[in-house]
C-alpha cells in the first residue's frame, strides 16, 4: 500500500521560514515526477512546485518562485519544499503528491498527472 505522509506544517509569522516533507512508502518514486499542492480556505487545489526526477527540472507557481526550493532524496523516498519569506497569503494546507507516470512541463502542473496524496498539512501564516 502507497502512502505520503507529509509533515512540518505550523503556525508562523509573516516573513518566517518552514520546511515541508513528505515521506513515501510502499514503492519508490525515483525516476518519477513528485509535487506540492495547496488548498487555501474557498479555493480550489492549485499547484505550487514540482520536480521530474533528482537533478531534472523543477517547476514552480510564480507566486512561490524565489521563495520556495523543492527538492527531493530518493534514497530516503522523501521529497521537500523549502518556504522562505512567508507571506499570509501562503496559508493553506500543503498536499504532496507523487507520479508513476511522467510530466513535461505544464503537464506537472496538472493534479491529474499525480496518482498518490498525501492527507495535507496545515501551514498557517499570521501578519
Known amino acids: 500500500q502507497v502512502q505520503l505522509v507529509e509533515s512540518g506544517g505550523g503556525l508562523v509569522q509573516a516573513g518566517d521560514s518552514l520546511t515541508l516533507s513528505c515521506a513515501a512508502s510502499?514503492?519508490?518514486?525515483?525516476?518519477?515526477?513528485m509535487g506540492w499542492f495547496r488548498q487555501a480556505p474557498g479555493k480550489e487545489r492549485a499547484f505550487v512546485a514540482a520536480?521530474?526526477?533528482?537533478?531534472?527540472?523543477?517547476y514552480y507557481t510564480d507566486s512561490v518562485k524565489g521563495r520556495f526550493t523543492i527538492f527531493r532524496d530518493d534514497a530516503k523516498n522523501t521529497v521537500s519544499l523549502q518556504m522562505d519569506n512567508l507571506p499570509p497569503e501562503d496559508t493553506a494546507v500543503y498536499y504532496c503528491?507523487?507520479?508513476?507516470?511522467?510530466?513535461?512541463?505544464?503537464?506537472?502542473?496538472?493534479?491529474?498527472?499525480?496518482?498518490?496524496w498525501g492527507q495535507g498539512t496545515q501551514v498557517t501564516v499570521s501578519s
Open positions: 520536480t521530474r526526477w533528482i537533478g531534472g527540472a523543477t
Open positions: 503528491a507523487a507520479s508513476i507516470g511522467g510530466c513535461v512541463g505544464t503537464g506537472c502542473y496538472r493534479p491529474t498527472t499525480y496518482h498518490y
Open positions: 510502499g514503492r519508490s518514486f525515483s525516476d518519477y515526477p
